[in-house]
């Protein structure tokens, strides 16, 4: 369960490191630091889709391989259509004199 989303979350990760140290460079008042946190925001916002698409890239051979092993519902066997008779024209009728 771990290695789902890895990028994903090492992104985000960077973004929320970013978010604490902008915090930490605002309470402490060190403006001369401030473009570490930036930096690290828009690093993690930047990698965000990246990714996104690498994490996919990877579930996608798991998800064929599981797909191969799913246990499927036995096929209900169709019988063959009913076959009808041609419909014969209807018959003159002697008349009975």
Avoid: C, H, Q
């Amino acid at each position: 369960m771990a290695r789902i989303m890895r990028y994903s979350k090492l992104a985000l990760l960077i973004f929320g490191l970013g978010l604490v140290l902008g915090l930490a460079v605002v309470a402490a008042e060190w403006w001369n630091y401030a473009r570490i946190p930036s930096l690290l925001m828009a690093l993690g916002i930047a990698a965000i889709p990246v990714a996104i698409f690498f994490d996919w890239r990877r579930a996608a051979p798991f998800s064929r391989l599981m797909g191969r092993f799913r246990r499927r519902k036995p096929t209900r066997r169709r019988s063959p259509p009913k076959r009808r008779r041609a419909r014969t024209p209807p018959r003159a009728r002697k008349s009975r004199r």
